[in-house]
């Protein structure tokens, strides 16, 4: 099986991040394809930094999505997901979706606990197109700035370590999502240290994904996910251009 790692963020650091929580938890036959984007935001933390970035994700699943078995949108919110599944006919999985889904399975409530509290407001929409807004306890994040997006888990570990179990204490979450790209791989690390399950949005992701691969599901041809009517399109990549017109198998025509 293969499975694409797709980082709408441009920084090559969070990529390797991912790569490394992914690499410990996925299956034995399943191979990783990482991504970075070559355009963009170095770190998707707004709602226009994520509308950027679906487009950017758009373009790197056309490019990708012929050679792999499924896809992670590898960015906490899931840009570009709804557009995505429309388009392509692999399974693809978003990092938020894949960590809320997963967190319900392991209690009634989650929280999410976060590095920088601009993401919040962006994470609340997310939390809403998942309907998912009555199992959350909250979202929540540290407050203040951090030096380095490279080294921001280990610069803020102790604190969002305390900031967990304050919610764990008062807000009676079962389970606590540590969101983020760049906090991937935080969650086994700290595990020993937080008393409810903690969720990782990437190594939550990689098993869905594993999981619906080996299902096979079928394409829907019908419903809001259906494959769009063919579109002519100008000024887009043309792995994408071919995949909105049409054009992208021998047997389809505009």
């Given at each position: 099986m293969r499975l694409l790692i797709a980082n709408p963020n441009t920084s090559a650091t969070v990529t390797d991040r991912l790569?490394?929580?992914?690499?410990?938890?996925?299956?034995?036959g399943t191979e990783l394809v990482p991504m970075?984007?070559?355009?963009?935001?170095p770190y998707i933390a707004t709602r226009a930094d994520a509308v950027v970035g679906a487009g950017v994700a758009l373009d790197m699943l056309a490019e990708a999505h012929e050679g792999v078995d499924a896809a992670v949108i590898a960015a906490f919110g899931d840009p570009g997901l709804g557009g995505a599944r429309e388009l392509f006919d692999i399974p693809v999985v978003g990092m938020a979706e894949a960590a809320m889904l997963t967190a319900c399975m392991?209690?009634?409530?989650?929280?999410?606990?976060?590095?920088?509290?601009g993401l919040v407001p962006w994470y609340h929409e997310c939390l809403d197109w998942n309907g998912l807004r009555g199992r959350c306890a909250g979202i929540f994040a540290l407050q203040g700035a951090f030096t380095s997006l490279a080294d921001v888990q280990e610069e803020k570990e102790a604190a969002l370590v305390d900031l967990a179990n304050r919610v764990v204490a008062e807000h009676?979450?079962?389970?606590?999502?540590?969101?983020?790209?760049p906090l991937s791989g935080l969650a086994q690390t700290v595990r020993d240290r937080v008393p409810v399950p903690l969720v990782d949005g990437i190594q939550a992701a990689v098993k869905q994904a594993e999981a619906l691969a080996a299902l096979k599901p079928a394409k829907a041809t019908t419903g809001t996910f259906r494959r769009p009517a063919a579109k002519t399109c100008t000024g887009i990549s043309e792995p994408l251009r071919r995949r909105f017109?049409?054009?992208d198998r021998p047997d389809e025509s505009r």
């Open positions: 790569m490394a929580a992914a690499a410990a938890v996925k299956a034995p970075t984007a070559p355009r963009g935001v392991l209690g009634r409530s989650f929280a999410i606990v976060t590095f920088s509290g009676e979450a079962d389970v606590v999502i540590l969101a983020g790209a017109e049409h054009r």
